[in-house]
Nanobody, 124 residues
Framework: VQLQASGGGAVQAGGSLRLSCAAS????????IYWFRQAPGKEREFVAG????????FYEDSVKGRFTISRDNAKSTMYLQMNSLKPEDTAVYYC??????????????????WGQGTQVTVAS
């Protein structure tokens, strides 16, 4: 499985962006999907995740109510809709997949594949 992230860009505070992560290869439905982000000088941190079914959806506290994670298994694609963006959301955003379901994963947990990252910049 290869992951290709896209949709990043520069926006003003309060704006919106929609990130996409397209997976190549088969068996996308067998993976939980996750978004992480990494700001300069900081560790990569969890943002949102969905298990293999939408029964399990998790968000980092600071993005709850503003970000929405979703998946389209028919298109082997995951999304992160980001609304009410804040300057502190500025980071490189990464998608990842895992056969495990994590509620509060760390980047060092067992992720099978990572996307290349897409830059999100929010100006104040």
């Amino acid at each position: 499985v290869q992951l290709q992230a896209s949709g990043g860009g520069a926006v003003q505070a309060g704006g919106s962006l929609r990130l996409s992560c397209a997976a190549s290869g088969r068996n996308f439905v067998n993976y939980g999907i996750y978004w992480f982000r990494q700001a300069p000088g900081k560790e990569r941190e969890f943002v949102a995740g969905i298990g293999r079914t939408t029964s399990f959806i998790f968000y980092e506290d600071s993005v709850k109510g503003r970000f929405t994670i979703s998946r389209d298994n028919a298109k082997s694609t995951m999304y992160l809709q980001m609304n009410s963006l804040k300057p502190e959301d500025t980071a490189v955003y990464y998608c990842a997949v895992s056969r495990n379901v994590y509620a509060r994963p760390k980047a060092s947990d067992d992720f099978a594949y990572w996307g290349q990252g897409t830059q999100v910049t929010v100006a104040s």
